[in-house]
Nanobody, 120 residues
Framework: VQLQASGGGLVQAGGSLRLSCSASGNIFVINDMGWYRQAPGTRRELVATIAPTGITNYADSMKDRFTISRDNAKNTVYLQMSSLKPDDTGVYYC???????????????WGQGTLVTVSS
C-alpha cells in the first residue's frame, strides 16, 4: 500500500490549506486513516484520525481549526486547516491502517510527508 500526500506549501498566519492523501496498491480494506505532523526538533504528533464510518478524533489543540474527512470510494483522506499559526509549521504525514489482499492482518502505512510552512 502506498500513500501519496499533497497540498502542503507556504501560507501566512491566519490562512488555510487543504491536504490530500490517496492510498493505492494491493488494498483489500482500509481501516482508520489520519494525519500526524512533526515540527523541527520535535516528535511526531497526532493531528487527527478518521474511521471508515466517519468517526473522527482530533488533538485538542487542533480540533477547532482543522477538519479531517475521507472519501472511501477514492481511498483518500483530507485535512482542511484554517486559522493557521506559525506553530503549525512542520511536515504532515498521512497514515493508514490497511490490509492487503492475501494478508490476514492490518499493517501501518505512512506517506512521505508534505511540508507546511506558516509565516508570521
Amino acid at each position: 500500500v502506498q500513500l501519496q500526500a499533497s497540498g502542503g506549501g507556504l501560507v501566512q498566519a491566519g490562512g488555510s490549506l487543504r491536504l490530500s492523501c490517496s492510498a493505492s496498491g494491493n488494498i483489500f480494506v482500509i481501516n482508520d486513516m489520519g494525519w500526524y505532523r512533526q515540527a523541527p526538533g520535535t516528535r511526531r504528533e497526532l493531528v487527527a484520525t478518521i474511521a471508515p464510518t466517519g468517526i473522527t478524533n482530533y488533538a485538542d489543540s487542533m480540533k477547532d481549526r482543522f477538519t479531517i474527512s475521507r472519501d472511501n470510494a477514492k481511498n483518500t483522506v483530507y485535512l482542511q486547516m484554517s486559522s493557521l499559526k506559525p506553530d503549525d509549521t512542520g511536515v504532515y504525514y498521512c497514515h493508514a491502517i490497511a490490509m492487503e489482499y492475501g494478508r490476514t492482518r492490518f499493517e501501518d502505512y505512512w506517506g512521505q510527508g508534505t511540508l507546511v510552512t506558516v509565516s508570521s
